[in-house]
């Protein structure tokens, strides 16, 4: 593997989360192609928490509603977690399942601690390396966003990932094999081909954007925010966005906003309420309007309408062809 870039507890906050460079993206292929050719000589140690505790508001530790992805490089990460404890080292991977509280702390050991992560938003997925940047403490240091309209697909792999590492049986390992190959390989695919629409923005544009989607469940988010992290004027954020973008600042955190809950109707049985919060809205009814000023109909509406799109695709005919629909299950021939 090429040297990782070698980051400090020094480096100042306006570096932090920058694009990738060439030698990044260099480290992150060949990260997850080593988790690729590890999972497929049944080598990969992966590390799976309890889901114990899920969804509960836990002092000191945090949870998100999608999985994410650990790979370490350099270092160790100690994930805390209510029933357990587990720790992270060099060349292994771990998958933290949604809703999981969590805590995380960091050693960088004998070299400077690295790991890459793997994150889902809505229609994207993020990936990025981590630094130290103070004692204990992860940092970004570089990212990258990748457009995802087969999100549901990767999030399918990631989530039976979970399921079945936790069970027994004969065909377990072969499972999780199968599964595990897929995943890193497919993520490994979407770093390979890159992806220009989320990431052709520079400077504070893109920053204000990965600490948007990055932050999305706070409640706290707005542009007062952004513009003290990034270390500049309300004023100045509002208009450098809207002039790059031709989209006010406001309007695209609540769109992203949006396009996040509206994928967990379609994907998760959780409540309005629930997926209201995970989006960054502390009052249910004020996300409801939200919500209908952009899709043009209640969450609850959406939901409904998800529900029986899907009921149609399941009811369609077996098989079409040039010249004729076939609504039988088949023949037999024997």
Request: glycine share 6%; proline share 6%; net charge neutral.
């Given at each position: 593997?090429?040297?990782?870039?070698?980051?400090?507890?020094?480096?100042?906050?306006?570096?932090?989360?920058?694009?990738?460079?060439?030698?990044?993206?260099?480290?992150?292929?060949?990260?997850?192609?080593?988790?690729?050719?590890?999972?497929?000589?049944?080598?990969?140690?992966?590390?799976?928490?309890?889901?114990?505790?899920?969804?509960?508001?836990?002092?000191?530790?945090?949870?998100?509603?999608?999985?994410?992805?650990?790979?370490?490089?350099?270092?160790?990460?100690?994930?805390?977690?209510?029933?357990?404890?587990?720790?992270?080292?060099?060349?292994?991977?771990?998958?933290?399942?949604?809703?999981?509280?969590?805590?995380?702390?960091?050693?960088?050991?004998?070299?400077?601690?690295?790991?890459l992560v793997v994150g889902?938003?809505?229609?994207?997925?993020?990936?990025?390396?981590?630094?130290?940047?103070?004692?204990?403490?992860?940092?970004?240091?570089?990212?990258?966003?990748?457009?995802?309209?087969?999100?549901?697909?990767?999030?399918?792999?990631?989530?039976?990932?979970?399921?079945?590492?936790?069970?027994?049986?004969?065909?377990?390992?072969?499972?999780?094999?199968?599964?595990?190959?897929?995943?890193?390989?497919?993520?490994?695919?979407?770093?390979?081909?890159?992806?220009?629409?989320i990431n052709k923005d520079?400077?504070?544009?893109?920053?204000?954007?990965?600490?948007?989607?990055?932050?999305?469940?706070?409640?706290?988010?707005?542009?007062?925010?952004?513009?003290?992290?990034?270390?500049?004027?309300?004023?100045?954020?509002?208009?450098?966005?809207?002039?790059?973008?031709?989209?006010?600042?406001?309007?695209?955190?609540?769109?992203?906003r949006v396009e996040g809950?509206?994928?967990?109707?379609?994907?998760?049985?959780?409540?309005?309420?629930?997926?209201?919060?995970?989006?960054?809205?502390?009052?249910?009814?004020?996300?409801?309007?939200?919500?209908?000023?952009?899709?043009?109909?209640?969450?609850?509406?959406?939901?409904?309408?998800?529900?029986?799109?899907?009921?149609?695709?399941?009811?369609?005919?077996?098989?079409?062809?040039?010249?004729?629909?076939?609504?039988?299950?088949?023949?037999?021939?024997?």
């Amino acid at each position: 593997m090429s040297e990782p870039k070698r980051s400090t507890a020094s480096t100042t906050k306006t570096q932090i989360g920058s694009p990738l460079s060439k030698a990044d993206r260099i480290e992150i292929i060949e990260t997850l192609g080593r988790c690729v050719r590890e999972a497929e000589y049944n080598q990969l140690t992966l590390k799976v928490p309890s889901e114990e505790g899920r969804l509960q508001k836990r002092p000191g530790m945090h949870y998100h509603f999608k999985p994410e992805i650990f790979v370490q490089n350099q270092g160790w990460t100690e994930f805390k977690v209510p029933s357990e404890r587990i720790t992270v080292r060099p060349g292994e991977a771990c998958i933290m399942p949604a809703g999981v509280p969590h805590q995380e702390t960091i050693s960088s050991a004998k070299e400077p601690f690295r790991n890459l992560v793997v994150g889902f938003y809505s229609n994207a997925i993020s990936v990025h390396l981590a630094f130290e940047v103070e004692p204990g403490k992860p940092e970004i240091d570089v990212i990258e966003f990748y457009d995802a309209p087969n999100l549901d697909v990767f999030l399918s792999l990631t989530n039976s990932l979970v399921d079945n590492n936790q069970k027994t049986g004969p065909t377990r390992d072969h499972v999780v094999k199968g599964l595990s190959i897929a995943l890193f390989a497919m993520v490994k695919g979407l770093v390979e081909r890159g992806n220009e629409g989320i990431n052709k923005d520079i400077g504070k544009v893109f920053q204000a954007k990965w600490l948007i989607r990055e932050q999305l469940s706070n409640t706290e988010l707005n542009v007062k925010m952004l513009a003290e992290r990034l270390q500049c004027s309300p004023d100045y954020l509002s208009h450098l966005f809207n002039t790059q973008t031709e989209e006010k600042l406001t309007h695209y955190i609540q769109r992203i906003r949006v396009e996040g809950a509206a994928l967990a109707l379609q994907t998760t049985p959780l409540y309005v309420s629930e997926i209201a919060w995970s989006s960054g809205f502390s009052d249910p009814a004020y996300f409801a309007r939200v919500f209908k000023k952009f899709l043009g109909m209640s969450p609850q509406e959406y939901r409904a309408q998800s529900e029986e799109r899907r009921r149609k695709e399941e009811s369609r005919p077996k098989t079409i062809y040039y010249d004729h629909v076939d609504y039988s299950a088949g023949e037999s021939h024997r």
